[in-house]
Nanobody
Framework: QLVESGGGLVQAGGSLRLSCAAS????????IAWFRQAPGKEREGVSC????????NYADSVKGRFSISSDDAKNTVYLQMKNLKPEDTDVYYC???????????????????????WGQGNKVTVSS
């Protein structure tokens, strides 16, 4: 199970941190990904992390502004978002594919998986 928190409303240029708390598995062992999607739009991969290989990757649209990390003691993955833009307004989801056990998170490492669990989604709204 994945439980998200941390979304909200922020002005352009501001920051938010999303949390994705896992239960029933250890985030360190899997690729954990963040996606975002707005109504009527295609889902977009944002970032992924592989704890066992200490690898992280980002979509070009967020590179340099977003940072993914994990806290193994809390079994939680975070997405720190800085310098937010109105176009970052979306519902953000974390997800885990069980087939990613022991896998590396390479470039666009969120692609190619069937995701087994998703967080409930967190609305992020960036006002201009």
């Amino acid at each position: 199970q994945l439980v998200e928190s941390g979304g909200g409303l922020v002005q352009a240029g501001g920051s938010l941190r999303l949390s994705c708390a896992a239960s029933g598995f250890t985030v360190y062992d899997y690729v954990i990904a963040w996606f975002r999607q707005a109504p009527g739009k295609e889902r977009e991969g944002v970032s992924c992390i592989s704890g066992s290989f200490n690898t992280k990757n980002y979509a070009d649209s967020v590179k340099g502004r977003f940072s993914i990390s994990s806290d193994d003691a809390k079994n939680t993955v975070y997405l720190q978002m800085k310098n937010l833009k109105p176009e970052d307004t979306d519902v953000y989801y974390c997800a885990v594919p069980y087939s990613s056990y022991g896998q590396i998170c390479g470039a666009k490492g969120w692609d190619g998986y069937n995701y087994d669990y998703w967080g409930q989604g967190n609305k992020v709204t960036v006002s201009s």
